[in-house]
């Protein structure tokens, strides 16, 4: 090769593609290994966005969705109807995977490119307002968390931001999907502390075997709400943007589609228990006739240490602040993919900073005036958080369309275009996501005729 070739190939190689060829080397030596030992180990460097993805949406709004849902109702309905969410979840991030490893495009990336500029805009304008907007329930979940031991909420939000900071301060995909996801498994902590409220596991098997879609006292709007919530508490547009574009970041291949599966499911599973569990936490509040219906974090804490002691409070408070915090950084950086993907500038978590400068911007900036927002006084955490999970459960069916388009685009996908039973599921969710959307407009716009409908 001649000296000017050589120029020529060293200009188009980045600081980027030399760290994700590092980590692709670590795959072909883990594959090319014999025995169950290789295969674990291929496992452990294959997985981490879909754990991501799952744990990073049980975020602060939606811990507390699901706190207030055991509050208010219990452990009947309910229960059974998390699960459903999270497999609704699985059947939605399963497309992203075959998507970012089958193209090797981020989300935007693709609507931009398949359907123009307009639609590409379109995806992310909608994408960040929405995106802000839970960030900023982000931070009002980490201010209430933190205010249980005290903490003034201008500290609170400064922490959160400085681990924010300090999460993309290692330049290196690998290393903050690592450091990340350890963090994120603390929203296990959920888990001990329904054990500390001995629930009525009798009552809870009844619950998740002997399942009828219909709530106790039937539908109403109130019960509604919770259903939207709940829903937007597991399946929202950043997670289809979050996830593609880190699988194209840490760039998996066809051949990785069965490991990003298997980590999507895992993802789901470890993040359905800690709902659950959240669930299962405020359950006796509902059992003793409390009124907890508009607490916030530091309140359904303090409403819970006289049943399950200081340590367990403490616990339930730490939760809801890890649960904030990691949203917060895995929603930013979904933002800032996007934002890169259409505005055709570097985005990666492998590039320095002063190769970033628009990504790590766009990420910083958005987290910093969803944080400024709320030191306004006066802010109802309850109201707020569930009013945004709603707004995310109408965002959710346009998103899933252009989804559902792309990955049956046999030019772009190949063999690997969604299968008949595939795409019945993926129609399915669609559908029931757009019946809840419509339901919902409809108790807000024409109540009388909701309770028509509810039979009222």
């Known amino acids: 090769m001649n000296p000017g070739a050589e120029d020529a190939v060293a200009a188009v190689i980045t600081h980027e593609d030399i760290d994700r060829a590092h980590d692709r080397q670590r795959v072909c030596e883990a594959r090319a290994g014999r025995g169950s030992g290789a295969r674990l180990r291929l496992l452990w460097l294959l997985v981490g966005p879909g754990i991501l993805v799952m744990l990073g949406e049980n975020d602060g709004p939606s811990m507390l969705s699901y706190a207030a849902t055991g509050a208010r ?92 900071l300090t999460a993309l301060l290692t330049h290196r995909y690998w290393t903050w999907e690592r450091v990340t996801m350890a963090a994120a498994l603390g929203n296990l902590v959920f888990i001990p502390v329904a054990l500390m409220t001995h629930p009525a596991w009798p009552t809870v098997g009844r ?95 303090q409403a819970l240490q006289p049943i399950i002691g200081r340590l367990g409070a ?30 055709r500038r570097p985005h990666s978590l492998n590039l320095p900073i002063a190769q970033g400068r628009s990504f790590y911007g766009v990420l910083f900036l958005l987290a910093a005036a969803a944080g400024w927002l ?14 945004v999970n709603v707004i995310a459960v109408l965002a ?39 019946a809840t959307g419509v339901l919902f407009g409809i108790s807000v716009l024409a109540p009388q005729a909701f309770h028509a409908l509810a039979g009222k």
């Open 73 to 164: 109702f219990g452990v009947g309905f309910f229960l059974p109807f998390i699960v459903l969410t999270f497999a609704m979840a699985v059947v939605v991030q399963e497309m992203t995977v075959r998507l970012g490893a089958a193209t090797h495009r981020g989300h935007a990336e693709l609507i931009f490119e398949r359907y123009g500029p307009f639609w590409g805009w379109f995806s992310v304008l909608d994408l960040l307002v929405g995106n802000f907007l839970t960030l900023v329930t982000e931070f009002i979940a980490v201010r209430a968390g933190l205010g249980f031991f005290g903490i003034a909420p201008w500290v609170s939000v400064l922490l959160a931001l400085a681990i924010l």
């Open 396 to 434: 959710m069916p346009p998103a899933l369309i252009f989804l559902y388009l792309l990955v049956n685009d046999r030019e772009l996908m190949g063999s690997f275009t969604s299968s008949r039973w595939a795409n019945m599921l993926a129609g399915t969710v669609v559908v029931l996501l757009t």
């Open 374 to 387: 709320v030191l306004i006084p006066g802010l109802r955490l309850v109201y707020v958080v569930l009013i």
């Open 314 to 343: 403490t616990l339930f408070a730490l939760g809801i602040v890890e649960a904030g915090i990691v949203a917060s950084i895995t929603i930013s950086i979904s933002s800032a993919y996007a934002f890169g993907e259409v505005a």
């Open 207 to 301: 619950a998740l075997l002997t399942w009828r879609p219909r709530p106790a006292g039937g539908l109403t709007s109130d019960t509604l709400l919770i259903i939207l919530a709940d829903i937007g508490a597991t399946v929202t547009p950043w997670m289809l943007f979050f996830q593609q574009s880190a699988i194209v970041d840490k760039g998996l291949t066809r051949r990785d589609i069965g490991f990003g599966r298997v980590d999507t499911a895992v993802g789901a599973a470890l993040a359905a228990a800690a709902a659950l569990a959240t669930a299962l936490c405020t359950a006796p509040l509902f059992a003793r006739h409390m009124a907890a219906g508009n607490y916030e974090a530091a309140e359904f804490a």
